[in-house]
Nanobody, 123 residues
Framework: QVQLVESGGGLVQAGGSLRLSCAASGRTSSTYAMGWFRQAPGKEREVVAA????????RYADSVKGRFTIWRDNAKNTVYLQMNSLKAEDTAVYYC????????????????WGQGTQVTVSS
């Protein structure tokens, strides 16, 4: 089992930036792709970004391309999400997750999830 703990959420004004972190512990040797997802009130959970084990492959939702950047430090078992030019519509609970797939963006392929961190963007 892999445990994930997100941090870095908070309240920011539109146009501002936040950096989320997600630290993995436990059976991290079985983790490969990692991803960030978000869920806004009344909406379904959606993928934000995903990264392969090596970090050489990344994918982003169209809504965040050019504004968000995902990367990972495998030595620290940590994945990051840098969020710039934040908009009110980015307000959501952000979750990180790990997968046994080398690379995937589908939530059904992710096995372990963090508890989430709230990101609120004021307009």
């Amino acid at each position: 089992q892999v445990q994930l703990v997100e941090s870095g959420g908070g309240l920011v004004q539109a146009g501002g930036s936040l950096r989320l972190s997600c630290a993995a512990s436990g059976r991290t040797s079985s983790t490969y792709a990692m991803g960030w997802f978000r869920q806004a009130p009344g909406k379904e959970r959606e993928v934000v970004a995903a990264i392969s084990w090596s970090g050489g492959s990344t994918r982003y939702a169209d809504s965040v391309k050019g504004r968000f950047t995902i990367w990972r430090d495998n030595a620290k078992n940590t994945v990051y999400l840098q969020m710039n030019s934040l908009k009110a519509e980015d307000t959501a609970v952000y979750y990180c997750a790990v997968s046994k797939f080398m690379m995937t963006i589908f939530s059904s392929n992710f096995d372990s999830w963090g508890q989430g961190t709230q990101v609120t963007v004021s307009s």
